[in-house]
T-cell receptor, first 113, second 115 residues
Framework: LAKTTQPISMDSYEGQEVNITCSHN???????ITWYQQFPSQGPRFIIQ???TKVTNEVASLFIPADRKSSTLSLPRVSLSDTAVYYC??????????????FGTGTRLQVTL | KAGVTQTPRYLIKTRGQQVTLSCSPI?????VSWYQQTPGQGLQFLFE???????NKGNFPGRFSGRQFSNSRSEMNVSTLELGDSALYLC??????????????FGPGTRLTVL
């Protein structure tokens, strides 16, 4: 069962790049790393997913080193609307396996002017 | 394409009662998972259903149960409610592919308060 650790909170100014790191020392071979964003009273929203190296989409980048024991979510040029809680999720749904999904404790990002 | 919907959005019950929550997945998704979110424990996986069968299960007592219908809609039931069951219950759906990269999409949640 992969245990994940994230910083509890981070502060940033609007326009800056924000990097949030998640540690997952005992990640399993089949596990993927997925990041979600959550606003108050809403369900988590998918941001990005990766297995190794680097993944980039229109909103974020995900960096995963070769040993996969950590991952870093990078948000370029954050705005006030990026103020939210960010979760990393480690695990996999494979048919027939009982792999358990483990959410990180969440990082509360506060963006100010 | 419509997202994951959950009903009701808010619910107030008293200790000892039971409750049923409903989740309608994104069209085409066959996997539905349930999570409990509390300030103290964070997001915890309850169980996953795929093709009307429970495929994965978290570490929750038997008071928490679920089922899935042939149209992939799912219900979660909690019996003999306890104060500690007060939480945001989230449903997530995915294609349920036999691939580890299958992505889950979450609904808005049902806020359950137990008095």
């Amino acid at each position: 069962l992969a245990k994940t650790t994230q910083p509890i909170s981070m502060d940033s100014y609007e326009g800056q790049e924000v990097n949030i790191t998640c540690s997952h020392n005992n990640i399993a071979t089949n596990d993927y790393i997925t990041w979600y964003q959550q606003f108050p009273s809403q369900g988590p929203r998918f941001i990005i997913q990766g297995y190794k190296t680097k993944v980039t989409n229109e909103v974020a980048s995900l960096f995963i080193p070769a040993d996969r024991k950590s991952s870093t979510l990078s948000l370029p040029r954050v705005s006030l609307s990026d103020t939210a809680v960010y979760y990393c999720l480690v695990g996999a749904f494979n048919t027939g396996t009982a792999s358990k999904l483990t959410f990180g404790t969440g990082t509360r990002l506060q963006v100010t002017l | 394409k419509a997202g994951v919907t959950q009903t009701p959005r808010y619910l107030i019950k008293t200790r000892g009662q039971q409750v049923t929550l409903s989740c309608s997945p994104i069209s085409g998704h066959r996997s539905v998972s349930w999570y409990q979110q509390t300030p103290g424990q964070g997001l915890q996986f309850l169980f996953e259903y795929f093709s009307e069968t429970q495929r994965n299960k978290g570490n929750f007592p038997g008071r928490f149960s679920g089922r899935q219908f042939s149209n992939s809609r799912s219900e979660m039931n909690v019996s003999t409610l306890e104060l500690g069951d007060s939480a945001l219950y989230l449903c997530a759906s995915s294609f349920g592919l036999a691939e580890a990269s299958d992505t889950q999409y979450f609904g808005p949640g049902t806020r359950l308060t137990v008095l």
